[in-house]
């Protein structure tokens, strides 16, 4: 099936630090969708975007729908410990009524 | 309001076992998906269920697995003659309709012996 490339793979990062990663495709997409994982639980939807060049903020986070709809990425400001998690990205493919995730971008923030 | 719930939370099955898996996605929720995350993995989708149309099957690893979706709302994975490489947590996530934004449960995790 479609492929998405998530990176970074991981990130080790200092509490205050600001991150960010990103999503890329080779397909077009409707739809970019950012995930939290925390140990244990289901992924909770962190952000959606549904047109190219849309910039979205939720807290300290905020994610771009890329202008090609190829890619998309996801900034989190000022990081603390409770950002640990696993990030993952999901966008619905022009045709397709299900979406494609990214491997998944684990994070963890040093206190 | 209540979110997707997932049933049991954990389950422990020896090898050549079947199990049943439940999902109750949000009230309301037209698509249902099933997607398995093996330890350290991302997601990998299985099954879909959109309103009383025939169900995407494609992500189906094998002829072991099969689900239903009753009423258009509570939904059960089966796994039969369950194998060592089953052993991932499953998880179910409704949406509003396809493609929509997914909500998931805590999933459940299967172990087996």
Redesign the interface.
Same mark, same amino acid.
């Given at each position: 099936g479609q492929q998405l490339n998530q990176s970074p793979q991981s990130m080790f990062i200092q509490e205050g630090e600001d991150v960010s990663m990103n999503c890329t495709s080779s397909s077009i997409f409707n739809t970019w969708l950012w995930y939290k994982q925390e140990p244990g639980e289901g992924p909770v939807l962190l952000i959606a975007l549904y047109k190219a060049g849309e910039l979205t903020s939720n807290g300290r986070l905020t994610a771009q729908f890329g202008i090609t709809r190829k890619d998309s990425f996801l900034n989190i400001s000022a990081s603390i410990p409770s950002d640990v998690g696993i990030y993952f990205c999901a966008g619905q493919l022009v045709g397709y009524s299900t979406l494609t995730f990214g491997k998944g971008t684990m994070l963890l923030v040093s206190p | 309001g209540a979110g997707?719930s997932q049933s049991p939370s954990n389950k422990v099955t020896e090898k050549g076992k079947d199990v049943e898996l439940r999902c109750d996605p949000i009230s309301g929720h037209t698509?249902l998906?099933w997607y398995r995350q093996s330890l350290g993995?991302? *997601?990998e #989708?299985l099954i879909?269920f @959109?309103g009383n149309s025939a169900p995407?099957k494609s992500g189906l690893p094998s002829d072991r697995f099969s689900a239903e979706r009753t009423g258009g709302s509570v939904s059960t994975l089966t796994i039969q003659r369950t194998q060592q490489e089953d052993s991932a947590v499953y *998880?179910c996530?409704s949406s509003v309709t396809? +493609?929509?934004? @997914?909500? #998931? +449960?805590? +999933?459940t995790r299967l172990t087996v012996t």
């Open positions: - | 997707v698509a998906y993995q991302g *997601l #989708f879909y @959109q995407d *998880l996530a396809s +493609g929509n934004e @997914q909500y #998931f +449960g805590p +999933g």
